[in-house]
């Protein structure tokens, strides 16, 4: 019975865990939602493995209910691997590896106390199967990081430390029991914390391999609330080379302006928001950037049009070019940041990456058919077929804008790890009144 109490109250604490983990902003919606997902579905089968448990214990000859409990432990045990994969993903691995150095090193340290003073060998027990737990949690989050990695030099070096870290738990627990079968042995108390010590040296190498090699991931960029004034930008570039064309210019100043409602011009928003957080760059040494405020200004040059107001586009024939010109730039954009995710060495970054450029040529298409169906629904007398135009439009320019802005911070994630020998290495990201970053590192 007290057993069933231990695991509902460590079942507990592990959805409350994962809570904290989803709730703490270290990772994405999408992330979070997943984690609180998968640690419903964990607790649900804690509550059921409890009863079935019972009953198998009640009733030790009853085959059914032993199969049951069989399946459903099988099940749970599924869970708690799926869980522990997600939470592993969006935990910093270098701040894991640290928090469980300390753990270990001051286990093993407790653990070599117990057993010189000749103590209770349950408690030796007790703290051998946290160190050897503890050490196997740093080699799992050290594969995740291997198989993560297409770096063939840091993958050999982080494998070889996890390997002598796992052959260092078995030797050290066997020492343990040792201790406790005769507990006054001097040279078996020696065995002992010689194996321990080897179990911390282990885990402290394994975090340094990583260290050594490790990028911090950047803080994310400021958002804005569309309720919100936005952050002051600073005034275009004097560089002759970025002087944009006249109609160009009108557009940047009205991006620049304070942020209209999303309901009172959507488009306009949507463009407005983007230019905001590429404007945070450097364009120089950095032609990504350059592109993002580009597909902006000229969507914002679209919105003006459509709301009837005077500008740079004057018919309906302006209105379908700038919308083939905005895709051609979407594509311009889809082949520069395929090269930075051919040329990254972080898998999930990659992958992340890549996935959100499969959107673009989709998006983009769309945008060049609905400006058309627009530009004929314009002055046709139909006003049902105007409005959904509009609407289908505005629902798509909007999806292309967000989908830019998601495709620009995965491309910054993703150059954090580029292979210094692509040409794509030279790309440069530097927060305007900040320190330049030219992206060269080998992890």
Same mark, same amino acid.
């Given at each position: 019975?007290?057993?069933?109490?231990?695991?509902?109250?460590?079942?507990?604490?592990?959805?409350?865990?994962?809570? $904290?983990?989803?709730?703490?902003?270290?990772?994405?919606?999408?992330?979070?939602?997943?984690?609180?997902?998968?640690?419903?579905?964990?607790?649900?089968? #804690?509550?059921?493995?409890?009863?079935?448990?019972?009953?198998? @214990?009640?009733?030790?000859?009853?085959?059914?209910?032993?199969?049951?409990?069989?399946?459903?432990? /099988?099940?749970?045990?599924?869970?708690?691997?799926?869980?522990?994969?997600?939470?592993?993903? !969006?935990? /910093?691995?270098?701040?894991? +590896?640290?928090?469980?150095?300390?753990?270990?090193?001051?286990?093993?340290?407790?653990?070599?106390?117990?057993?010189?003073?000749?103590?209770?060998?349950?408690?030796?027990?007790?703290?051998?199967?946290?160190?050897?737990?503890?050490?196997?949690?740093?080699?799992?989050?050290?594969?995740?990081?291997?198989?993560? #990695?297409?770096?063939?030099?840091?993958?050999?070096?982080?494998?070889?430390? #996890?390997?002598?870290?796992?052959?260092?738990?078995?030797? +050290?627990?066997?020492?343990?029991?040792?201790?406790?079968?005769?507990?006054?042995? =001097?040279?078996?108390?020696?065995?002992?914390?010689?194996? *321990?010590?080897?179990?911390?040296?282990?885990?402290?190498?394994?975090?340094?391999?990583?260290?050594?090699?490790?990028?911090?991931?950047?803080?994310?960029?400021?958002?804005?609330?569309?309720?919100?004034?936005?952050?002051? @930008?600073?005034?275009?570039?004097?560089?002759?080379?970025?002087?944009?064309?006249?109609?160009?210019?009108?557009?940047?100043?009205? @991006?620049?302006?304070? $942020?209209?409602?999303?309901?009172?011009?959507?488009?306009?928003?949507?463009?407005?928001?983007?230019?905001?957080?590429?404007?945070?760059?450097?364009?120089?040494?950095?032609?990504?950037?350059?592109?993002?405020?580009?597909?902006?200004?000229?969507?914002?040059?679209?919105?003006?049009?459509?709301?009837?107001?005077?500008?740079?586009?004057?018919?309906?024939?302006?209105?379908?070019?700038?919308? =083939?010109?905005?895709?051609?730039?979407?594509?311009?954009?889809?082949?520069?940041?395929?090269?930075?995710?051919?040329?990254?060495?972080?898998?999930? *970054?990659?992958?992340?990456? $890549?996935?959100?450029?499969?959107?673009?040529?989709?998006?983009?298409?769309?945008?060049?058919?609905?400006?058309?169906?627009?530009?004929?629904?314009?002055?046709?007398? /139909?006003?049902?077929?105007?409005?959904?135009?509009?609407?289908?439009?505005?629902?798509?320019?909007?999806? @292309?804008?967000?989908? !830019?802005?998601?495709?620009?911070?995965? *491309?910054?994630?993703?150059?954090?790890?580029?292979?210094?020998?692509?040409?794509?290495?030279?790309?440069?990201?530097?927060?305007?009144?900040?320190?330049?970053?030219?992206?060269?590192?080998?992890?």
């Amino acid at each position: 019975r007290s057993s069933d109490l231990d695991f509902e109250t460590h079942a507990v604490q592990l959805a409350e865990t994962t809570e $904290l983990i989803a709730s703490s902003g270290g990772c994405s919606d999408a992330a979070a939602a997943n984690l609180r997902q998968q640690a419903a579905k964990l607790k649900d089968l #804690s509550s059921v493995i409890v009863p079935a448990a019972r009953v198998v @214990l009640d009733n030790p000859d009853n085959q059914p209910a032993k199969d049951y409990l069989r399946t459903m432990k /099988d099940r749970w045990l599924q869970a708690a691997e799926s869980l522990t994969a997600s939470v592993d993903g !969006v935990v /910093d691995s270098l701040e894991f +590896m640290k928090v469980s150095e300390a753990k270990v090193h001051a286990d093993v340290k407790e653990a070599k106390r117990i057993a010189l003073a000749e103590e209770d060998p349950k408690k030796l027990i007790v703290k051998a199967s946290s160190i050897a737990r503890q050490a196997n949690r740093v080699i799992q989050v050290a594969q995740v990081e291997a198989e993560n #990695s297409e770096n063939p030099e840091f993958v050999a070096k982080l494998s070889a430390a #996890s390997k002598a870290l796992s052959e260092s738990v078995s030797p +050290m627990v066997v020492e343990a029991r040792s201790v406790v079968t005769s507990p006054q042995n =001097k040279d078996i108390q020696r065995k002992f914390c010689t194996a *321990a010590d080897k179990v911390a040296e282990g885990v402290t190498t394994v975090r340094t391999v990583i260290e050594d090699n490790w990028v911090p991931p950047r803080p994310p960029l400021p958002e804005f609330e569309e309720e919100e004034e936005p952050p002051e @930008l600073p005034p275009p570039p004097e560089d002759p080379a970025l002087l944009l064309p006249a109609e160009m210019q009108e557009a940047e100043e009205l @991006l620049r302006a304070p $942020l209209p409602s999303k309901e009172d011009n959507p488009i306009h928003h949507a463009a407005a928001s983007t230019f905001h957080e590429a404007d945070q760059w450097d364009e120089k040494g950095n032609s990504l950037i350059g592109l993002v405020k580009q597909m902006a200004r000229k969507m914002a040059m679209m919105s003006k049009y459509m709301r009837g107001e005077a500008g740079e586009l004057r018919g309906k024939a302006d209105l379908i070019r700038m919308a =083939k010109e905005i895709a051609r730039d979407a594509q311009d954009l889809l082949k520069f940041a395929r090269q930075i995710a051919e040329a990254c060495m972080d898998k999930r *970054a990659k992958t992340n990456l $890549l996935q959100l450029l499969d959107r673009i040529p989709t998006v983009s298409t769309q945008l060049k058919i609905l400006a058309t169906v627009k530009a004929t629904s314009m002055g046709s007398g /139909d006003a049902k077929a105007d409005a959904d135009a509009t609407e289908m439009l505005v629902g798509n320019a909007e999806n @292309l804008m967000r989908t !830019v802005k998601d495709v620009m911070r995965a *491309a910054e994630a993703a150059s954090i790890r580029l292979r210094p020998d692509s040409p794509i290495a030279a790309i440069i990201w530097r927060r305007k009144g900040g320190q330049a970053r030219r992206i060269s590192v080998s992890y």
